[in-house]
Nanobody, 121 residues
Framework: QVQFVESGGALVQPGGSLNLSCAANGILVRDKAMGWYRQVTGWRPAPDNQREWVALITASGNPNYIGPVRGRFTISKDNAKNTVTLEMNNLRVDDTGIYYC?????????WGQGTQVTVAS
């Protein structure tokens, strides 16, 4: 059974930092491209098409980001711990959302609960 458990979200002021962590079970992050996705509409879990990927890391460890977060977010993974981390710096109000991790492409039946990031003064 595949499972993703996200943690680390919080309420922070603009300019602050957070580290999100994802523990993966039933899947080896060393073998898969993994991503962090963000849901920005509403406050309850939404269908897949309301979640956008913001950062990904390939199986070989190469990262990529959407434009608005490039230079501020850093994705990494620990193959030994089977975890994926998103370091978020210089946070902005429009970074607010529920953050999920999943594979790239995502597995629609295995979304976790996500972790809420709120950026507000």
């Amino acid at each position: 059974q595949v499972q993703f458990v996200e943690s680390g979200g919080a309420l922070v002021q603009p300019g602050g930092s957070l580290n999100l962590s994802c523990a993966a079970n039933g899947i080896l992050v060393r073998d898969k491209a993994m991503g962090w996705y963000r849901q920005v509409t509403g406050w309850r879990p939404a269908p897949d098409n309301q979640r956008e990927w913001v950062a990904l890391i390939t199986a070989s460890g190469n990262p990529n980001y959407i434009g608005p977060v490039r230079g501020r977010f850093t994705i990494s993974k620990d193959n030994a711990k089977n975890t994926v981390t998103l370091e978020m710096n210089n946070l902005r109000v429009d970074d607010t959302g529920i953050y999920y991790c999943n594979s790239i492409p995502y597995m629609k039946d295995y979304w976790g609960q996500g972790t809420q990031v709120t950026v507000a003064s």
